[in-house]
């Protein structure tokens, strides 16, 4: 696979077998979010066992307000894949590596406007949270502040590479990053014991060594789809495009995680040990939750390329093997996590074990990992979408799954069933997002929206 040009896996996507090609280019993604996903393992492992309860539930508590900037970030990230995709399909080299260019700039440019406005939301939640974890939190985002750009710059390269066909690409660079928040956080919470500070200033150190390594991947190693940042000029017309296919996608995910928000604050009320038991299993869960998210990308790039060729008929067979694909492997991510569930929180309370928090965790993540079943259809259809070029339909769908079905299903279960609507509220509102996702597909016009206006 590594050997393999652009060309070569362009053909491959277009004019091989369906589940063959679903294999080869979801493996190195399915390993990539699996590596992925195990840097908030990792960075737990360390804060519940050399930060302290408080230390790792701020840490919890600021994820989702995080991940709501870096909504905007994934917009632009699914933007460059649907455009991109859809153009190498085409075999339009020139304008894969044009459309490259503008939206790395535009995307890192924007990842620095975010730097203040973190600084500021930490000010504001520091005064609006519980006083015991108020000041962790202030100092996590305040630090963490200054990586956002970078994570820009992250979301936009996984996309080129992802577009074009180079999923081991992104691979490397979740391997590299692991290694990495491993040593930094060995130094700054074990042996520098600089608390929540450390976890924030591991990964700005982390990804301040992978920003150097995307940029010779981007420009300076040789490719076919190599940039050439001396060539840059601004392409308003490429950029509108590039806003009016990620705006949908932007707000999808701010406002998907700005209900993640919500729902901890939810949390939260129940004190600091409920709030890093939640934590605790969503890390975990999030394991469970990178296959149908990986095979979703590859989806995208797949449909994508097909549709920009005018295969759509190949192009909802994509969809429909993929969906069978990820059910299967569901299946075998259940019998992995029910069985193994207690040992896998237990791993978080190696140095201070806490009962409560144990039991808490060990329950909510047996009802996280059978969600993993209808998010697994969610998450392909979403990826289908996005291939299509309609992604105001993921914006909708994100919205109703997390506002809608999720918080107002713990608005109205938390008196009878407490911290227990949250857990409950995550499979009831994949399931229902499931279904009706599902629904909607069927009646969608299999026609490419990037080529057609442009």
């Known amino acids: 696979m590594m050997s393999k040009t652009v060309s070569d896996r362009r053909d491959m996507i277009l004019n091989g077998d369906i589940f063959k090609s679903l294999l080869i280019l979801s493996m190195p993604t399915i390993l990539m979010a699996f590596v992925q996903s195990l840097i908030p393992l990792i960075d737990g492992y360390f804060l519940n066992n050399y930060g302290g309860v408080l230390v790792a539930g701020a840490v919890s508590f600021s994820q989702p307000v995080i991940n709501i900037l870096m909504g905007l970030s994934q917009g632009l990230g699914v933007a460059s894949m649907a455009i991109i995709g859809q153009y190498n399909g085409r075999a339009e080299i020139k304008k894969v590596k044009h459309f490259s260019l503008q939206i790395l700039i535009f995307s890192f440019g924007m990842g620095i406007l975010t730097t203040p406005l973190s600084i500021l939301i930490a000010f504001l939640l520091s005064k609006n949270v519980d006083p015991q ?7 996590y985002l305040a630090t963490y502040s200054f990586v956002m750009p970078l994570l820009f710059l992250a979301a936009i390269f996984n996309g080129i590479k992802n577009a074009t066909g ?3 690409a992104t691979f490397i660079r979740m391997i590299i990053l692991l290694i990495l928040k491993i040593i930094f956080n ?25 920003g150097i390594w995307m940029f010779y991947d981007l420009f300076i190693k040789e490719s076919e789809t190599k940039l050439n940042l001396k060539s840059y000029k601004f392409d308003y017309i490429a950029i509108r495009e590039v806003i009016k296919i990620g705006i949908p996608s932007m707000f999808a995910s701010t406002f998907v995680f700005f209900g993640f928000f919500l729902i901890n604050m939810e949390v939260q009320s129940y004190g600091a040990k409920v709030l890093n038991a939640s934590g605790i299993a969503s890390n975990i869960n999030s394991l469970a939750f990178t296959v149908p998210s990986s095979i979703s990308t590859t989806v995208t790039t797949m449909v994508s390329m097909n549709i920009g060729i005018g295969e759509s008929k190949k192009a909802k067979s994509i969809m429909y093997k993929a969906l069978i694909a990820s059910l299967i492997i569901g299946v075998i991510i259940v019998m992995i996590f029910w069985p193994t569930a207690p040992k896998l929180v237990k791993l978080f309370q190696k140095n201070n074990p806490d009962q409560e928090i144990m039991k808490i965790a060990t329950h909510a993540l047996n009802i996280y990992t059978f969600s993993v079943f209808p998010f697994a259809i969610y998450m392909i259809i979403q990826g289908t979408y996005i291939g299509l070029g309609r992604t105001k339909a ?36 994949n399931s229902l997002a499931a279904i009706v996702f599902f629904i909607a ?11 057609k206006e442009n």
């Open 133 to 139: 974890v108020a000041p962790y939190i202030y100092n």
């Open 394 to 429: 993921p914006l909708f769908m994100g919205v109703l799954r997390i506002w809608l079905f999720r918080f107002l299903f713990i608005l109205a279960f938390k008196k009878s069933l407490g911290v227990n609507a949250v857990f409950w509220g995550n499979l009831f509102s």
């Open 186 to 210: 060995f130094i700054y919470l074990e042996i520098l014991t600089l608390e929540v500070k450390g976890a924030a200033l591991a990964s700005l150190s982390s990804y301040v060594i992978i």
């Open 166 to 168: 180079q999923p081991e």
């Open 441 to 451: 597909i069927q009646f969608v016009s299999w026609q490419s929206t990037i080529l």
